[in-house]
């Protein structure tokens, strides 16, 4: 087989992201392998909610590149990518998610990013159903969103494609080969390919991948979930994603319905190595759990939806999302090799996060600085560690539970 200057494992919304922008630099042959389809895991599964600013300012340059990079590709295929740009509602009650609002809205004011500071009128007006009567703090980011994550992923695969990129699909990564502590191919299930760099995107197998050379990377796959109304016309409608930090929930609209997210206070985590190599062979809810879980939260959302309690639930929808102990993403190189990159451990932002990933390790790839600062997602800050102990993940999973969007 021909060798490769670059090859991207993983299909997923942040691997796609990688070769579009690897492509977009017109640096050389790049193959994108994927042992199932494209955007079949956790990117099909995401809420897609499509936040510029967040309490972790680290984060802000990769998501304003992503909600650029919509309008790109949207020219550029002259297609949609199911970006719905309806805004985002915060509402702050307690004194430290009115601080954390303020520090939001402090890093917003540093990127130029719009935001205005409404009353519980204004809110009510924006959305109907929603009581912020106790909020002391309401801010409105009118340039936020939320957008298809499968259309995205595979917007960001067409124009990779356009560009030259290889796509192989259906073909396992079995071992990275590392020659004198230098990457130079990888064996798959359809034989050994030569390449210069390996970019580690697998998700929640990142780990298992990265394993290979000899570091596993510090992420545990931790899980999402979230339920959908049936259709609604007191919930439908283009009304803005709603974040409720003192609930620990958020909501945006569905097709004429209501998606509700919630954050456990102990989430389910998983080995990895259990993980089946078919993401459509697993669920990480069993039985009637989950209705629990939304039972539990019901009377913290209904101080801010007080019609929670009647409402009708039409769809559940759960996955796997990759968090480490600080809450931040796992990307660059990992030590003691050359030329193998991470871009993992999304922390349930690898949508809104997913081109300023692309960007950074297509620069890395080259030899470049990224044009942000990626020094808090370097994969060695923890030193190394046991991803699949118990002690780790559950670390990881605190994580998720302090989340704020």
């Excluded at 960001?156 to 073909?171: D, I, K, N, Q, S």
């Excluded at 979930?225 to 974040?243: E, F, Q, S």
């Excluded at 954050?263 to 459509?280: C, I, K, V, Y």
Aim: aromatic fraction near 8%; hydrophobic fraction near 40%.
């Amino acid at each position: 087989m021909r060798p490769y200057d670059h090859v991207i494992i993983g299909g997923g919304v942040v691997g796609a992201s990688v070769a579009y922008h690897l492509a977009c630099m017109e640096v050389g042959s790049v193959l994108l392998l994927e042992r199932n389809e494209l955007a079949s895991a956790a990117s099909s599964r995401a809420a897609g909610l499509l936040l510029q600013v967040t309490a972790k300012p680290t984060k802000t340059p990769l998501a304003l590149l992503t909600r650029q990079i919509i309008n790109t590709l949207e020219d550029e295929l002259s297609d949609t990518v199911g970006f719905h740009g309806v805004g985002s509602l915060r509402v702050a009650v307690s004194d430290d998610c009115q601080s954390e609002l303020d520090t939001v809205a402090d890093d917003a004011a540093r990127h130029g990013i719009a935001i205005q500071w409404l009353d519980t009128e204004d809110a009510r007006s924006l959305v109907p159903w929603l009581d912020s009567s106790r909020a002391n703090r309401i801010a409105f980011f009118p340039t936020d969103g939320y957008v298809d994550p499968y259309l995205l992923a595979t917007a960001y695969a067409r124009a990779a494609r356009g560009r030259g990129v290889e796509f192989r699909l259906r073909t396992a990564v079995e071992d990275i080969v590392v020659e004198k502590g230098q990457v130079t191919g990888v064996k798959t299930s359809g034989g050994e390919i030569a390449c210069g760099n390996v970019i580690d995107a697998g998700g929640a197998w990142a780990s298992l991948l990265s394993a290979q050379v000899g570091f596993l990377l510090p992420m545990a796959p931790v899980r999402s979930h979230y339920w959908i109304t049936a259709p609604d016309d007191a919930l439908g409608g283009d009304h803005p994603v709603v974040l409720l930090p003192d609930a620990a929930a958020y909501t945006r609209p569905d097709v004429d319905s209501l998606l509700l997210g919630i954050q456990e206070p102990h989430s389910a985590t998983f080995d990895a190595r259990d993980l089946p190599n078919d993401p459509a062979a697993f669920s990480p809810t069993t039985g009637d759990e989950h209705w629990d879980i939304l039972a539990d939260a019901a009377d913290r959302v209904g101080q801010f939806y007080p019609g929670v309690a009647d409402i009708e639930v039409a769809s559940y929808v759960c996955g796997l999302s990759c968090y480490t102990p600080d809450g931040q993403i796992v990307l660059g190189p990992v030590p003691g090799v050359s030329g193998f990159l991470a871009a993992a451990g999304c922390c349930g932002s690898g949508v809104m996060l997913s081109a300023g990933m692309g960007a950074a390790i297509a620069d890395l790839a080259l030899g470049r600085a990224p044009q942000f600062d990626i020094s808090p997602f370097r994969p060695d800050r923890f030193g190394r560690v046991d991803p699949y102990s118990i002690d780790f993940r559950a670390s990881c999973a605190g994580a998720r539970a302090r989340k704020s969007r």
